[in-house]
């Protein structure tokens, strides 16, 4: 069974970081893109990051840029993906979640239709 594991939400102050971790277990995502999601109560799922397959190319949402960075360990026992979340601020406020794409050797995206597998999703709350 395909599973993408989040951990490393919480609640911190504006201006504070968080370290998000995605892994996964079932199979290898070591080949495919994948990223990272978010959704605030009352609103649509949004796309924050995204990395292409082998951690060359990376893509952001306009609001985070400057402040996240996403990165991967495509080591066989890792197989993790991370989102380093810094200068955090309360709009940043929502449920994180992971995806994955089935697509080999893929690009960065930004679409939710381009992923396949998605993690359960952590909370993430940045108090004013």
């Known amino acids: 069974q395909v599973q993408l594991i989040e951990s490393g939400g919480g609640l911190v102050q504006a201006g504070g970081s968080l370290r998000l971790s995605c892994a996964a277990s079932g199979r290898s995502f070591a080949i495919h893109p994948m990223g990272w999601f978010r959704q605030a109560p009352g609103k649509e799922r949004e796309f924050v990051a995204a990395?292409?397959?082998?951690?060359?190319?990376?893509?952001?949402r306009d609001s985070v840029k400057g402040r996240f960075t996403i990165s991967r360990d495509n080591d066989k026992v890792k197989n993790t993906v991370y989102l380093q979340m810094n200068s955090l601020k309360p709009e940043d406020t929502a449920v994180y979640y992971c995806a994955a794409s089935s697509a080999f050797y893929g690009e960065a995206v930004q679409g939710v239709d381009g992923y396949d597998y998605w993690g359960q999703g952590t909370q993430v709350t940045v108090s004013s």
């Open positions: 990395i292409d397959w082998n951690g060359g190319v990376t893509d952001y």
